[in-house]
């Protein structure tokens, strides 16, 4: 094989290489957990400690709940779902309502839950992140319940 004959082919390899090195934007890139974990701090502050009886600390309950199936359940539920019921959290008794978080993807929820298991929660078992394939079969499973069923949902979830 000549040079010649040799050059149209790797123009087209260099093509391609151009091409993977420079992707288009994605049309709606999936934010980051930490960007999407600023509309959680609202209530649960920024380090995830929480407000003593009224926002629950997102901590050691948290990994622990993140290391059991029903837990990690509970936990994307919480976010696509919310929550309306007494909880017990590190201890302490909580009876407040949190909406739905809404206008989420299932890489948003993944991303913040992420986030959460490794830059918010401090303490706990080891954190195993969650897929998105995780939380859209969750999400599948989960899509009749209201924040009521949810809340109802963490007596078995593994916290605290
Ligand atoms: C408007 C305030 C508010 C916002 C915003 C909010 N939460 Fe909550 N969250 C609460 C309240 C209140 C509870 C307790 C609900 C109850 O007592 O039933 C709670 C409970 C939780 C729990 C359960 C904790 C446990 O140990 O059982 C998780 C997990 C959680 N929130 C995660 C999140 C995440 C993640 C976000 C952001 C995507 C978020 N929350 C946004 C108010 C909020």
């Known amino acids: 094989m000549t040079a010649r004959a040799l050059f149209p082919a790797a123009a087209v390899l260099f093509g391609a290489l151009a091409v ?3 992707p ?8 980051t957990g930490a960007a999407t974990f600023t509309r959680c701090a609202a209530c649960h502050t920024a380090t995830g400690k929480g407000v003593p009886g009224a926002y629950p600390p997102l ?3 948290f990994r622990k709940m993140a290391a059991k199936p029903a837990g990690r359940r ?9 929550l309306n019921g007494p909880l017990t959290v590190e201890g302490k008794p909580y009876r407040g309502v949190m909406p739905a978080q809404t206008g989420l993807d ?7 839950l992420n986030h959460i298991g490794t830059a918010i929660a ?3 078992p080891a954190f195993k992140a969650f897929t998105v394939a995780e939380v859209a079969a969750v999400k599948a499973g989960g899509a009749g319940m209201t924040s009521a069923d949810v ?3 963490h007596a078995q979830a593994g916290g605290g």
């Not at 509970?74 to 919310?82: D, I, S, T």
């Open 20 to 22: 993977s090195v420079h």
């Open 24 to 31: 288009a934007p994605a049309a709606s890139p999936a934010p």
């Open 59 to 61: 901590g050691s309950d």
């Open 74 to 82: 509970y936990l994307v539920l919480a976010v696509v779902k919310g």
């Open 106 to 112: 299932d890489a948003a929820v993944a991303g913040v």
């Open 122 to 124: 401090a303490s706990g």
């Open 151 to 153: 809340a109802r949902l």
